[in-house]
């Protein structure tokens, strides 16, 4: 085979590799049996993008693709759970943490619903749900891991380690959080920020209800197009925010 031919080749295997199976550099070059710099070369001789460090990072817990995928509410019904699942999320969640998505309570109800929220609309599974407990000395652990699971239907091994506070005095907390303070933990970068991009999508549109352009940090123009069918729009919205 003529030498060009067999760079092609070469090169051709290298793309597919690296642009459609998202295999990274130092695997390519097991597999091909060269040097990462030769791969390098070829990867920046036909201009393919290299991806990023935390892309990178992505792709090696996530090969198979995205664990979760968005699908809109279908009605007004759904929509009141999407509403809500986003509101308990502006309200209650951790925004900072670039990498997961994190909301904790001591409301067992707010919880469900905000776990309803993620399986509903963006088809994650139950069982990928990790959860943090922080009680204080006083309480019995196992007696809050026993509440907990039968509140929110989870298993004992989605749990880390509990964090465990010493007691002072007795306080209200005792009846507030009598089984602790539960956070939600899904670590999925993407999915984080598709819930960020859509309540600033949601910010954006109901300043526009009230006259404003624009609001700083959020996506302009986009509307209601979330929800995916045209019928649902401003006056929808504030009717569904009588309900």
């Known amino acids: 085979m003529p030498l060009s031919n067999k760079k092609n080749l070469l090169s051709l295997k290298i793309k597919k590799l690296y642009v459609a199976k998202h295999k990274s550099v130092p695997e390519i070059a097991r597999v091909l049996r060269c040097s990462e710099h030769r791969i390098n070369y070829w990867i920046a001789k036909n201009r393919i993008t290299k991806r990023t460090i935390s892309e990178a990072i992505y792709l090696k817990y996530n090969p198979k693709g995205d664990p979760f995928q968005f699908e809109p509410p279908k009605n007004f019904r759904e929509a009141k759970l999407f509403g809500l699942g986003l509101g308990l999320y502006w309200g209650e969640g951790n925004k900072l943490n670039k990498n997961t998505v994190k909301l904790g309570n001591s ?89 960020v991009e859509l309540l600033a999508e949601i910010a954006q549109s109901a300043e526009h209800a009230h006259g404003k352009r624009k609001v700083p940090g959020s996506n302009p123009g986009l509307g209601l197009k979330i929800y995916g069918k045209k019928t649902i729009h401003k006056t929808s919205m504030r009717r569904m925010q009588k309900d």
């Open 107 to 195: 409301d067992p109800v707010l919880l469900r619903n905000f776990i309803k929220f993620l399986i509903r609309f963006f088809h994650i599974k139950k069982r990928n749900l990790k959860f943090h407990l922080h009680i204080f000395s006083d309480i019995k652990v196992n007696d809050s891991y026993n509440y907990w699971m039968k509140e929110l239907k989870i298993r004992k091994d989605q749990f880390y380690k509990p964090t465990i506070t010493r007691t002072g005095k007795l306080g209200t907390y005792r009846n507030k959080s009598k089984y602790g303070v539960l956070t939600i933990y899904y670590g999925n970068t993407k999915l984080k920020n598709r819930i």
